[in-house]
């Protein structure tokens, strides 16, 4: 099936591996500017050599991460709470809509097909949110944002068809109610889908910063992504975080350039390190969907 | 799915459970989905928060014309329009070509971890990327003028010319992509059955022609597929890339500014009948053409559309 042959191999691996240098020298970057002493890059720039070793900016970032931690908070709640919540109410629309015996299930399927098609848009989603539902600067707007894809049920829904009827049955004869079914039989059955779309649910929440800048004011709701674009485009920001008086001799001593990246390191490192360790599942579900839907 | 028997029609006792499993969903959907297509209606209307919806006074077409007629929307369209197809062929090409790639390497552990690595950048928010764009880009420190300086050369100022961002752009979409989009065309070159390479080869084919005259073929039909379901977003080209990776330095709007960064900013600016205006124009555009591509492809060949 491969080329054998050794000299196109080595071409090819030689090829591959260097590319895999552009995807991992902009992460090096910015860990190794982070660990470097703030004069070295302000005379070198940034770079990802470290030439002088400095851990001062993470110790800035410790002493006064309270922002970081309260980030931290809000995006772990939302992000884990809400993707279990949204991906358990999904897989029971998505099963339900499964079952020949729902003869209502038009009613569910068209509207949902629909919201696929069309979208409010921003104006009038804000409006409803903010006006009737009373969301702005309230948690529970990152709850409620992307709670619901259809296209999510719809991949469920191809899972919980190709189950057998078999199974269901002997269980109704058993006695068991529909949400007994589901609960013991069925949800079981589809964890390896469940956890696929769970996890990118998860990845998707995590990484948002859209509801927030459009919903929250309130510095105790940011979520990390959106602290960390703060953090990026205003210097100010940094000061006023570290709560040092603007001008006062502390606040000009504070590493700003290296701060921003250890900052960005201690923010975003931990999920950046693990994600990549579910990827296999998260291709393998990938294509579960595709080849389903 | 063949039914043995009579076919009942359920009561509605026992469509009741069912119900109530979709009840959280379409509870959600009726709240969160269809109520913000009523307010829609403010597309038509000149918004004051006093007012609110219904109050408002009607205004007819007039944030549509205003937006039509107005400068920017050539940029604007232009660009949503000009990147969509630019992100898309070259995208598609790279990740065709990593694809075939992969399938070339012979070393298990090797393809494992070029196939982690490439993967990798579709993890990080593109908050994440613009630190990336940052540390190159930047024009006291990054990396991009450090080198030019090196070779003698003057920085330049990335952050407000905007003749270099469509490049820019284009290069952390595809790097963003590239390596979760190979993954189907990588999965369709696995599942080519080898017996039939076996058998080209002995009839005498070389490497070129196993490509052209399989390999190929298996994939024509997921370029169509995954083009047919591109379409329908022709009109969304993503806010994410466009508003953190330029830094939203206005000076780079003439290239970066495109329809959803441009609705986020009438958003800001409190102008709610507007930006309503315009991504009604935009849901609408794209719904359309869904909905026209799929049934085209509906009437050649009913397996692939997706309605």
């Keep these: 099936m491969n080329k054998r042959n050794k000299t196109a191999q080595a071409f090819l691996n030689i090829y591959l591996a260097l590319s895999t240098l552009l995807f991992i020298i902009p992460f090096v970057i910015i860990i190794s500017t982070s660990l470097t002493n703030e004069s070295v890059v302000m005379r070198y720039g940034y770079s990802p050599i470290i030439r002088e070793f400095s851990a001062d900016a993470y110790k800035y970032v410790f002493k ?6 309260q980030a931290y908070g809000v995006t772990a709640l939302f992000a884990f709470g809400g993707t279990l919540l949204d991906n358990v109410i999904m897989a029971l629309c998505g099963y339900s809509i499964s079952r020949e015996k729902f003869t ?3 009613w569910i399927v068209y509207p949902l097909i629909f919201t696929m098609i069309f979208h409010g848009g921003l ?6 949110y903010t006006k009737v539902f009373g969301l702005k600067d309230n948690i529970l707007v990152y709850f409620v944002a992307g709670m619901v894809s259809a296209y999510t049920i719809f991949i469920y829904r191809a899972f919980f068809k190709q189950v057998p009827v078999s199974l269901s049955e002997s269980a109704e004869l058993d006695g068991a109610s529909e949400m007994q079914i589901f609960s013991k039989i069925m949800l079981p059955l589809s964890l390896p889908t469940f956890a696929t779309y769970s996890f990118m649910g998860l990845m998707t929440r995590w990484n948002s910063f859209e509801t927030t800048l459009y919903y929250i004011s309130d510095k105790k709701l940011y979520t ?21 008086v603007p001008g006062s001799v502390q606040a000009a001593e504070i590493p700003m350039e290296t701060v921003k990246f250890a900052m960005c390191v201690v923010a975003a490192g931990p999920m950046v390190a693990i994600f990549p360790f579910f990827q296999r ?7 579960v969907g595709a080849v389903k839907g | 799915m063949k039914q043995t028997g009579i076919k009942k029609k359920s009561t509605f006792n026992q469509n009741l459970p069912f119900l109530i499993m979709c009840l959280p969903v379409m509870f959600y959907v009726i709240c969160f989905k269809f109520l913000p297509l009523f307010g829609m209606v403010v597309s038509f209307k000149d918004y004051n928060y006093i007012d609110g919806i219904w109050g408002s006074p009607w205004v007819g077409l007039k944030h549509f014309e205003f937006f039509f007629s107005s400068n920017d929307v050539y940029h604007i369209l232009g660009n949503t329009v000009g990147y969509f197809f630019l992100f898309y062929i070259v995208k598609t090409i790279c990740s065709i070509a990593v694809a075939f790639m992969f ?29 990336i764009a940052f540390t190159l880009f930047s024009s006291e420190y990054g990396m991009m003028n450090t080198i030019i300086e090196a070779f003698g050369g003057e920085g330049i100022s990335w952050y407000s010319e905007p003749k270099y961002w469509p490049v820019i752009l284009l290069f952390f979409h595809v790097w963003q992509a590239v390596g979760m989009n190979c993954i189907i065309y ?11 390479i076996e058998a080209a080869k002995l009839d005498g084919a070389n490497l070129r022609q196993i490509i052209w005259h399989i390999m190929i073929p298996t994939i024509t039909p997921i370029i169509s597929i995954l083009a047919i379901l591109a379409v329908g977003s022709i009109m969304t080209a993503g806010f994410g890339l466009f508003y953190q990776v330029p830094m939203d330095s206005a000076a780079l709007y003439p290239t970066t500014d495109v ?12 102008n709610m009948g507007q930006t309503s205006a315009v991504g009604m124009f935009q849901s609408l555009v794209g719904g359309f053409l869904l909905l026209t591509v799929n049934g085209i492809v509906k009437k050649i060949s009913p397996d692939n559309a997706v309605f």
């Design chain 2, 186 to 196: 990588y999965a369709a070159l696995m599942g080519i059955d080898e017996s039939l």
């Design chain 2, 259 to 270: 329809i959803d960064t441009y609705i986020y900013r009438t958003l800001v600016s409190g």
């Design chain 1, 224 to 244: 990390l992504q959106y602290l960390l674009q703060l953090i990026l485009k205003e210097a100010e920001f940094i000061k006023q975080s570290m709560q040092l």
């Design chain 2, 103 to 131: 399938y070339f390497v012979a070393s298990n552990k090797a393809l494992k971890y070029y196939q982690t690595v490439y993967t990798l950048p579709n993890f990080i928010s593109w908050v994440l990327v613009a630190y």
């Design chain 1, 64 to 69: 006064n991460g309270q922002n970081i931690v």
């Design chain 1, 104 to 106: 209502y299930k038009k």
């Design chain 1, 281 to 287: 599942y998260f291709s393998k579900g990938v294509m």
């Design chain 1, 123 to 128: 104006a009038p989603t804000y409006l409803i």
